[in-house]
């Protein structure tokens, strides 16, 4: 990885045990994504990115995380699954919408099968632009929720 | 394949098609509603294999719906035939074709068209909650107007009988994949059966490409299956270029090839290295994995995208190659391609990983060939199918290549295919970046003219992606995209039976499915 990512990455390490005590959970959820963000959120926990070693997991189930990673526009199909996932992570919470799709909806936003954006069902803390953003652009995202996050519990 | 198809055609069932060749090299036949499924049963049980089966709304100009079956005899073959909106129903060809199973369901949802004598006609795309009546691929469905949710129950089909539990996991699963529903019925460990259940990631591609100038259309086709962006790009611009006429130019060719091959290599290098994950073998997995990212950032160097998007335009290709360029490629996939082969040789000396993939999961090419699958499933199960060498395009004529085929049907063969077809990929890669002829980058594109028909074929890494089109005015007037995973995924509901629980995820990684291009 990149010096200017590894710094982020150091520095994102510090802002865990900060605010958390020891590590920030992620589960991720494909609301309707064309599958070209789930190949960047794999690859965050490839041995050359290795975001593991930054204090951040990707985990099995909501019910262990901290954050929604939400990717794609929301489909009709995934509206009530992706809401189930949301009430299955324990407050407090962050989610964040990784990807064009689960900000504006994309080039799907306007289809009959596509129900909206991220934040028309969920609050968002971070929005992660790219189509589809690195994974650089990923570690940076969480971040910025990390700081709304803090924000928010002040 | 050596099929004579004046033969074939000559004792077809007497009065049943109306021929007539195609310029594109197809044959196509026209038939009465009537006649529609016996003619194409009797293609498929003379060897044809079911490439695609699909409606159309032509009530506007020609009063009717049409169907169409692409049957691949060596020559694809394109069966037509009208189908009255009075009646909106045709026999069903599934009970003699199993392959045909999911495209007329599918026909249903999308053009209320009622596939009769359907052994299985619950919805496939649409959900419970979809109102009935309401068809998204008609013409007179208005897009803007929102649909409501309706109660309507989905019933799985049920395994009875004691002792018999099921097990219902997703739409959201463990890993970092995408959504689907799998239910099991199993009987303590062994899975007596699965049912996939899919269709939470339609997005209603087809239709939005009804809407979308042909240029434009590039970029949602990179979008209809992330990881395979460079095969639905290719196919859906050689279908438009067929429309207009345009003439790709040889370098254009060249750089979409070495384009497809990298596609390739990223994917199956995951999958293999997905394999290693499933059976907790986990240095080749961590190297795999790290193998995988070293061929993304090559994607990046070469194309300016990981996933290899933005290089495919109708006519040709955005961007160039410079001798030095390619040379520098040339000799980074040296180095890669030896991590790959230390990959392999650690994986495949293995006895506890091979004890975890020979004979899991078999599907047998009785089983795989009447259900349609293609690419390195079929492969593995001794079909010998690749559209790189059975219908070229691109510069593959010009480049040599073998393609793999192996017969144990299991996680092993499907593994071992995709092992040796990444080989194959960095020996094409190299030819193909080495023989790069001069000149330009694309064809200048004229108008595409309303009311052709063309379609394209293109090896993706999961197998033949299909992409057909009428065209209409500025934008195609139907638009029908065939992911190999649409023909993959009722493959591995046969494969996955009789093998315990804890092996599924592995069963599940050897088929190396896409949710997103089979929902569209």
Known sequence: MDEAAERMGEELRRRIIDLFGRSLAIR??????????????????NAIHDIERFGMHIVASPRHADMLLVTGAVTRNMEHPLLKTYRAVPSPKMVVALGACAISGGPFGRSYAVVGP???????????????????????????????WEERSR | MSVDIEEIIREAPSGLAIRKERDDGTVHMTVDTEGFADLVAYLHARGGRLVSLHAADRRAADGAFTMHALIDLGVIVEVECAVRPDRASFHSLAPRVNAANWYEREVQDMFGLVPDGHPDPRPLVLYDDWPEGIYPLRKDFDPSV?????????????????????????????????????????????????????????RGVEKLSESIPYRKGVFLAERISGDASAAHSTAYCQAVERLCGAEVPERAEYIRTVVLEMERLYNHIGD?????????????????????????????????????RSVNDIGGVTMDVSREEAMKVISRLVGLRQQFEKLAATMFSSTSMLDRVEGTGRLDREKARPLGCVGPVARASGIDMDARRDHPYAAYRNLSFRVPVRDGGDVDARTRVRVDEVRESFAI??????????????????????????????????????????????????????DPSFCNWLGMEFAVRGNIVPDFPLINKSFGLSYAGNDL
């Open chain 2, 272 to 308: 293999i290295a997905g394999i290693a994950l499933d059976t907790a073998f986990a240095v080749p997995a961590a190297d795999g994995l790290a193998l995988k990212e070293r061929v993304l950032e090559l994607n990046e160097r070469l194309t300016g995208s990981r996933l290899l």
């Open chain 2, 146 to 202: 929102p649909v409501p949710r309706v109660p309507r129950e989905y019933r799985f089909r049920r395994v009875e009988g004691e002792g018999v539990h099921e097990i219902p996991v997703g739409p959201v699963h463990a890993g970092v994949i995408e959504p689907g529903h799998f239910r099991f019925s199993a009987a303590g460990e062994p899975i007596i059966a699965l049912e996939v259940r899919l269709g939470y990631v339609h």
């Open chain 1, 118 to 148: 991220v934040d028309r069902f969920l609050p968002v803390d971070a929005y992660v632009p790219g189509c589809p953003p690195r994974p650089q652009a990923i570690i940076h995202g969480i971040m910025v929720a990390l700081d709304r």
């Open chain 1, 28 to 45: 991720e959820v494909d609301a309707g994504s064309c599958n070209g963000c789930e190949v960047e959120v794999n690859a965050l926990t």
């Open chain 2, 429 to 482: 890669i190299e030819q193909a970046l080495d023989g790069m002829p001069g000149g330009p980058l694309a064809a200048e594109v004229k108008e595409v003219p309303a009311g052709r028909t063309a379609f394209s074929l293109v090896e993706a890494p999961r197998g033949e992606v299909m992409h057909w089109i009428i065209s209409g005015d500025g934008t195609p007037f139907r638009h029908k995209i065939r």
